[in-house]
């Protein structure tokens, strides 16, 4: 029970409200007289009673609004609670029929852009006529009166008084009642305000309240409200005869606690039951030794030592403080192995375990170097970026072989939890180390190379950031000294090589971001996929699968199929599982003596796998004004996009469906205002534009797009479509425009080109500034595609527009075409 405002209330949703403790009594006589029109303020989960003062939080904009539009004029508006909880944007069918006129008392703005009121509960309503809905509701209201009560009944006057003293008593045998609550009920004369307050005050939902408040006959409402006191105070007793017994067997264990006091005391003098212990304590006190930990951390074990001396074994600190000692002993305090920093040898490892990867092996080799240089230096952390399946994991374990260290792999993926690298303190029962130091333990060396895998899925929630609190293990100037909250001592990790994996750097904090260096792993084009298929993945497969590299043998035909047919990835994984499926079908064949040795063709990957599961998009067939092949940037590779724009009778609009982000919204719009703005240069009539309507349209609908690399793609293709002249169908193109008409350098280059040649495309636009990301597209596809370089629009039209207009002097090839191999520093997706 409360003899203070109820502990919810809710002004729509997502609007909530926290009790205001200790909320003062509104007065009989402090009621204003209450317009014939009023503001209604729906509110859920709570109902406001006439005499009582409820806080509410108040955060829809329409709630918002109508306490923004109202309060200046008065502060009285009517209060009324929801039917239905789960409503989000209630009308006046909605709401109960009886509501609460209330003076507003207090208004505070919230930082989350909420509104904090405390209304005043004045008197009964209800709504008689509606005059507006929108944005808010407003009413005229009448005020409900109840019926006179009956003079000098004494069987009245007796249920008053019983819900009185019934009040009273509940009050006793409630805990944290204010003190005033005593007082208060017995001095509040009126019996209908009793009745309001302490139905206000029980615990009632808000169904419950509800029928109170409806209740205008005050003599059926003190009786309904008194059936309630009396069922909680029922409960409220037997609660207190519960306690009472508990606090009786609470003595009990206490005696039995002294009785075994006295039993190790009798024990200790008859020199029985210690033996055990004190052995326990020297075998954990040669282990420390053996460790050789830092003189803190030893200093810190003996003084747990020394206090287990002094705790029965049968105590369960005991267990507790054994646990901890052994965790210290284990721990690898000057467990260190010896690198081998043969440079030759990381490389023939590298070269080893993953194909191509050139610019990532040789900055893993400098890497190795500096550390064969200056051990004792602070190298940086890596992290490996890029797309599922590309190797990244098992890059980690190749530089732990070639620098013969152990490797230990953390998952960060889905942790929520702040303890999970510091670890929990030993207050907890269950406490343990973090999960950092868990592994050094099982590692048994205190340099071993250490994978945070996904460390892009880190969470957070109310239990803590588990990203802040790898900002200190991953900075090497301040790693020497990490302090797990379960050991309370500093352990060193400098000698820890860490490195990180992500697939996106979006999700990573800054803070811990500025902390790694990283190192981009993009995804392998298809002539990378089948040197892998044919040097790794195979032959794991058939191994695997108890097949030998005599009995079948996979044509690189069938490998090429595979790739192009039934996998969509940047990785290899769905590849090798494709590979798998294949193995698995032959050797139940193998198994059942139907064949002995095989051969797999495209047509045998067809009858294992069944029809293609992808189908990549091919280059336009046929010529057509406003059709333009684009291109983007996929995490699993590269895909052209075709551009589709048409024009139709209307009002000068532009229409863009196909799930485009507002980006790429923003390039259509850029685009069309740069076609307008150039109209009569590229023989347009301008006043075609105010009488037609645009719609642009990027197949798949059912995929989401987004980024400014399509401007150019957009731009070409409503210029094409207003002047009529076709865009070639072997070109495509990407790159961001401006207002002025220049074309800004995009990201995903090599993915990008790659999507062009696989769809057969035999001309590829791209803005002058990516020239330095040339060296990354590989020679086969340089050898099959022509780049034309350029640095505004009109070199674009000129490259890729059929038909030049007459007078149109760039009728050729642009003169910035050109294969260069610049070295690559900028990538922007």
């Known amino acids: 029970m409360r003899i203070d405002p109820p502990a919810s209330a809710k002004a729509a949703a997502p609007d909530t409200s926290e009790p205001l403790s200790n909320a003062p009594f509104a007065g009989e006589d402090q009621s204003p007289s209450i317009p014939d029109t009023l503001p209604i303020l729906p509110i859920r989960e709570a109902v406001l009673f006439p005499g009582t003062v409820l806080p509410l939080t108040v955060g829809r904009h329409a709630s918002r609004k109508l306490l923004e539009e109202s309060l200046p004029q008065s502060k009285i508006i009517g209060v009324f609670t929801q039917k239905n909880s789960e409503q989000e944007n209630p009308g006046p069918d909605d709401l109960h029929s009886v509501g609460v006129a209330a003076s507003v008392l207090k208004f505070i703005r919230q930082p989350d852009d909420s509104v904090v009121i405390i209304v005043n509960g004045l008197e009964r309503i209800a709504i008689r006529k509606l005059l507006l809905t929108h944005p808010f509701i407003r009413a005229e209201v009448e005020v409900l009166r109840s019926p006179p009560l009956p003079a000098g009944d004494k069987q009245w006057q007796a249920t008053v008084q019983q819900l009185r003293e019934s009040a009273l008593r509940l009050i006793e045998l409630t805990p944290d009642v204010p003190e005033q609550a005593s007082t208060l009920v017995l001095n509040l004369e009126d019996p209908g305000r009793l009745a309001d307050l302490l139905a206000s005050s029980l615990n009632l939902d808000t169904a419950q309240r509800q029928d109170v408040l409806e209740e205008l006959d005050v003599v059926k409402r003190v009786r309904a409200v008194l059936l309630r006191v009396s069922a909680q105070l029922e409960i409220a007793q037997l609660q207190q005869k519960i306690q009472k017994d508990v606090a009786s067997q609470i003595s009990d264990t206490q005696r039995r606690h002294f009785l075994r006091e006295q039993l190790k005391a009798i024990q200790k003098e008859l020199g029985e039951g210690e033996e055990g212990a004190e052995q326990q304590i020297a075998e954990l006190r040669k282990r420390l030794e053996a460790a050789q930990p830092p003189k803190e951390v030893l200093e810190q074990a003996e003084r747990e030592l020394r206090r287990l001396g ?32 043969d440079l030759e040898h990381a490389q023939q490892i590298l070269d080893r375990d993953h194909f191509d990867l050139e610019k990532v092996k040789r900055r893993l080799i400098e890497y190795l170097a500096v550390r064969k240089l200056n051990p004792g230096g602070h190298g940086p952390i890596l992290c490996f970026l890029g797309p599922p399946g590309v190797g990244k994991t098992s890059l980690g374990q190749s530089i732990a072989d070639a620098l013969g260290r152990r490797f230990v792999r953390l998952s960060l993926g889905g942790v929520h939890d702040e303890a999970e690298i510091r670890g929990h303190r030993r207050t907890y029962i269950g406490s343990m180390p973090g999960r950092i130091i868990q592994e050094l333990r099982r590692a048994g060396s205190r340099n071993p190379v250490m994978m945070l895998d996904e460390i892009d899925k880190v969470g957070a929630d109310f239990r803590g950031d588990p990203a802040s609190a790898l900002l200190e293990v991953l900075d090497s100037r301040q790693n020497h000294a990490f302090v797990d909250h379960y050991l309370d001592v500093p352990f060193d990790l400098s000698q820890v090589i860490f490195i990180a994996t992500a697939n996106y750097l979006d999700p990573v904090p800054p803070a811990l971001r500025d902390r790694m260096e990283v190192i981009e792993i993009p995804g392998y084009t298809d002539r990378e996929k089948l040197e892998i298929a044919r ?61 002995r040795e095989i051969t797999v063709t495209p047509e045998i990957v067809q009858v294992l796998l069944g029809p293609p599961r992808y189908i990549r998009d091919s280059k336009l067939k046929t010529s057509k004004p406003g059709v333009v092949t684009g291109l983007a940037w996929t995490p699993t590779g590269g895909e052209i996009l ?114 062009a040649q696989r769809a057969g495309v035999k001309t590829v636009i791209i803005p002058k500034r990516n020239e330095k990301d040339l060296p990354d597209v590989p020679a086969e596809v340089k050898e099959e595609l022509e780049f034309i370089l350029v640095e505004a629009v009109d070199e674009v039209l000129a490259a890729a527009l059929e038909n030049p207009a007459p007078g149109d002097v760039s009728t050729g090839r642009n003169p910035a075409a050109t294969k260069s191999t610049n070295e690559t520093t900028d990538k922007h997706r």
């Open 310 to 341: 002094h705790i029965h074994p049968a105590s369960p600190e005991f267990s507790v403080i054994v646990t901890y000692v052994e965790t210290v002993a284990e721990l690898p305090w000057s467990k260190l192995t010896e690198d081998k920093l």
């Open 535 to 595: 040097r790794y993945l195979v032959a794991r497969q058939l191994n695997e699968h108890g097949l030998k590299a005599d009995q079948c043998r996979f044509e690189p035909a069938a490998i090429t199929k595979i790739i192009n047919d039934y996998t969509h990835e940047a990785g290899v994984r769905e590849l090798e599982r494709r590979i798998a499926a294949v193995c698995r079908a032959i050797a139940a064949d193998f198994a059942k003596g139907q064949i």
């Open 642 to 755: 075709h551009i589709e724009t048409l024009r139709y009778p209307g009002k000068g609009n532009i229409l863009l469906t196909g799930q485009i982000g507002d980006v790429m919204k923003e390039s259509a719009q850029a685009a069309l205002s740069l076609v307008k703005s150039r109209a009569r240069e590229l023989g347009i009539d301008p006043d075609r534009f105010k009488g037609t309507d645009i719609h642009i349209h990027v197949p798949a609908g059912a995929v989401p797009k987004d980024g400014p690399s399509a401007g150019v793609a957009m731009f070409t293709a409503i210029a094409s479509l207003f002047s009529n002249r076709s865009v070639r169908s072997d070109v495509a193109m990407t790159g961001e425009i401006t207002l002025r008409g220049l074309v800004l350098p995009i990201g995903g280059l090599k993915e990008k080109t790659l999507a």
